[in-house]
């Protein structure tokens, strides 16, 4: 047999056939290559341009097909399919450029600074508020001790003269708060102190709540020497809002027990008599009903009378006169 009929016959086929083998299995392997989705990226991560068109292919849906080939004409890029449904609103994701701006990011969960801060501003509120209650609810239980069955009642019904001669009665307290001091004018040196203290809470309550809310009222302990013409001139050198009230011994008595201040100068005294004079150093809140709120001692300073009435007068609900 011939050489070259040999190898025509009996090498060139396989050959043949082997080499068309190999083409077809490359060509149809860069085939599935280009048709393939390309590889899923690490929490939509781009970090090459082919990540990046992974990305833009899955961010639109299967009904989208690719009809422009001009990359530089974006607006006709994409249409949709006919007849294809699909939402065109879309939430738009975090960008994030390096693996550990995603990792630190997912690493801080959902506390940040902005949560801390709120955190302790929404705990100071909390406090301020609590304490805010416990103040309040301190001075209601202060201010309802006496209002009780069986507990000792602080004031009480009384008819005696103002510094101007006129009639006043335990009615006239009644609608505004009232500070009561019993005192004598002969005082010579714890009276005029207290009634200083006095003149101070009387335009700190005013400058504080804007308006006349309460009546400071000044009741001797000495009603031999203390009349109404003696009065007047005497609390005018402290305040102009002072009342000033007496009345007769027995009067004075009675008011005196009924406010629970201890009374010690003698009936019956002749003019020109040394005495003492001796009495309790408390300033009585009442509230506008007439009931008795709370005492303001020695121990307290203006400023801390002040504030202290304030406080009650803003915790009541009721009718207030302010004229």
């Not at 001075?139 to 006129?166: C, S």
């Not at 309460?214 to 009065?231: G, H, K, Q, S």
């Amino acid at each position: 047999m011939p050489v070259h009929t040999l190898l025509t016959e009996n090498l060139y086929p396989p050959l043949l056939r082997r080499l068309f083998t190999q083409t077809s299995s490359a060509c149809w392997a860069a085939k599935r290559a280009e048709l393939a989705p390309p590889p899923f990226t690490y929490r939509g991560i781009c970090s090459s341009q082919a990540t990046r068109r992974t990305i833009s292919t899955l961010r639109f849906p299967a009904a989208y097909r690719k009809t422009n080939k001009n990359p530089n004409e974006q607006s006709n890029r994409y249409k949709a399919a006919p007849g294809a449904r699909y939402s065109t609103s879309r939430s738009r994701r975090p960008f994030y450029k390096t693996i550990q701006q995603q990792e630190s990011r997912y690493r801080s969960g959902p506390f940040s600074w902005k949560a801390g801060v709120l955190f302790i501003l929404s705990g100071i509120g909390l406090i301020l508020y609590f304490r805010y209650e416990k103040a309040r609810m301190a001075r209601k239980r202060i201010a309802e001790a006496t209002k009780g069955i069986g507990k000792p009642k602080v004031g009480g019904p009384f008819q005696l003269l103002d510094h101007r001669g006129r009639p006043f009665t335990s009615e006239h307290l009644k609608g505004k708060y009232s500070l009561v001091y019993f005192g004598f004018t002969h005082c010579p040196d714890i009276c005029p102190e207290e009634l200083d203290k006095m003149a101070g809470m009387i335009d700190l309550v005013k400058q504080k709540m804007a308006g006349k809310v309460m009546l400071p009222v000044f009741i001797t302990c000495d009603p031999e020497r203390d009349t109404p013409a003696v009065l007047e001139p005497y609390l005018k050198e402290f305040h102009p809002d002072l009342i000033g009230l007496t009345g007769s011994w027995e009067e004075i008595k009675n008011v005196c027990k009924a406010y629970r201040v201890y009374f010690s100068t003698p009936p019956h005294v002749k003019p020109g008599q040394d005495y003492l004079v001796d009495h309790s150093i408390y300033f009585y809140l009442m509230d506008p009903e007439g009931d008795f709120v709370e005492c303001i001692g020695r121990q307290h300073t203006a400023e801390q009378g002040a504030k202290l009435i304030t406080d009650h007068i803003g915790d009541w609900r009721g009718h207030l006169n302010r004229g």
